[in-house]
């Protein structure tokens, strides 16, 4: 017999359990996705498997990676607020040393500026008066202007001449008075000696040579210094002209800088500012005059030398808030304490104090009112800012610039507050046309 069937029967065998192979790995395959149902597998050889028999295992694939999450989001929310506010405010304070850097490169113009624009707010209601009565606003802002600088110009003579006039004499009582202290402490139960009292002078002797050459260098700065102070003074008597001729025209070219969505509430802002500051000035400048002439008086009849000349001085320190009044008085009451000894120095404190006192409780607030009231600490810390960044004139320019800056700031805040409540209020509804019944009420025609 050929054998050819017989290895025909073997191959179609071997197909057979191949096919077979390929079907139970396809079904292991698809029952790694899907959950495999309870079945009876059938064997290589078409023969049932015992019922007992433990199922295939089964191999779990690892869950498909998904997209990775935000950065931003993985940083806790606290830190992410935090690091806002610090990039802001170191951009903030990058700007403001900027700012600052310029101010002191052109601190001339500044001071002048600003000086001129306090002028301005002193004698602007002068001009409007005279233009309400019919004068022209040209000759009314070169009258009012010429006065005031006039007025200014006198003090400061008058404080001069009286310098000068009585140097002489308060040089002898100044003498006379350190001898008069002298003895006064050797008599003092302090047990201060003779020998104590010429050391204290034997060091200050030393301090002032030791400090010669500055002195001298100071003296020979004098020169500059009154160049820049006569370019002050032009600059602050042109600055004032035309902001008194032409300060409405300046402020509308400024507005024409800023951005537009904000421009009007800027608009706004800048009358209010400006009543504030003319508030603050006129108010500064009448208790200040009330300081000088109260404890004048008081100093005049106490004897105490050149009275006049420190009321005068009294008046203009009284611009710089707190300091100006305190170092005043000490001004006063040194004089007295040299000149007519202890007892009169104790009664310049007294009428010092009470003037002062008088002025803090009674006469700021009655006369500067609610409009410029910047809490005392603020005034403190104000000052002393100002009086390290730039000096005496930072220490009088410092308070009403935070005043100004707080009457903005708050308006600019309420301003905002009412944008927001329009943008998010309903809008009217349209009405049907027709004719108004206010309208009618009011026309005859439709009466009776």
Do not use: C
């Not at 390929?22 to 149902?37: C, F, G, H, I």
């Not at 404080?159 to 000068?164: D, G, K, L, R, S």
């Amino acid at each position: 017999m050929s054998r050819v069937p017989g290895w025909l029967g073997r191959l179609g065998a071997g197909l057979t359990e191949m096919s077979e192979r390929l079907d139970k790995r396809r079904a292991e395959v698809e029952s790694e996705d899907t959950p495999p149902e309870p079945s009876v597998p059938s064997g290589p050889s078409g023969t049932e498997d015992r019922a007992d028999a433990p199922p295939p295992p089964v191999r779990r694939s690892a869950p498909p990676a998904g997209p990775r999450p935000d950065p931003a989001q993985a940083v806790p929310w606290g830190v992410r607020v935090a690091a806002e506010a610090g990039w802001r405010l170191l951009v903030l304070a990058g700007t403001l040393w900027v700012l600052m850097r310029i101010i002191s490169a052109i601190q001339l113009v500044v001071f002048a500026f600003v000086i001129a624009l306090l002028v301005t707010a002193l004698l602007q209601p002068t001009v409007a008066r005279l233009t309400r009565r019919g004068v022209p606003r040209g000759p009314a802002t070169a009258l009012t202007a010429i006065s005031g600088f006039v007025v200014i110009g006198l003090m400061g003579w008058f404080v001069t001449w009286q310098v000068m006039e009585n140097i002489d004499t308060l040089s002898n009582q100044i003498q006379s008075g350190i001898d008069d202290l002298r003895n006064w402490l050797l008599k003092s139960p302090f047990h201060v000696t003779d020998k104590q009292i010429n050391q204290i002078a034997k060091n200050l002797r030393e301090a002032i040579g030791a400090n010669a050459d500055q002195i001298t260098s100071a003296g020979l700065e004098g020169v500059q210094v009154i160049v820049e102070a006569l370019t002050g003074i032009l600059l602050v008597f042109f600055s004032t002209l035309f902001l008194l001729y032409d300060g409405e025209r300046i402020w509308q070219w400024f507005l024409k800088l800023v951005p537009s969505a904000a421009r009007p509430g800027v608009a706004g802002a800048g009358p209010r500012a400006w009543r504030t500051l003319t508030a603050y000035v006129r108010g500064t400048v009448l208790v200040a005059l009330i300081d000088a002439i109260f404890i004048g008086i008081g100093i005049y009849f106490l004897d105490v030398p050149m009275a006049v000349p420190l009321a005068v001085f009294i008046f203009l320190f009284s611009f710089i808030p707190l300091v100006g009044a305190v170092a005043s008085g000490a001004l006063a009451v040194i004089v007295a304490l040299v000149t007519q000894g202890v007892f009169t120095a104790v009664m310049t404190l007294a009428v010092v104090l009470a003037v002062q006192q008088i002025e803090g409780h009674v006469l700021q607030p009655f006369i500067l009112g609610r409009a410029v009231r910047v809490h005392p600490l603020a005034v403190v810390l104000t000052v002393a800012a100002g009086g390290m960044v730039a000096g005496i004139g930072g220490a009088v320019v410092a308070v009403p610039l935070v005043a100004v800056t707080n009457t903005v700031v708050g308006y600019l805040r309420q301003y905002s507050l009412e944008m927001q409540d329009r943008q998010a209020a309903p809008e009217p509804a349209d009405e049907p046309p027709g004719e108004d019944p206010g309208e009618n009420a009011e026309d005859p025609a439709h009466q009776g």
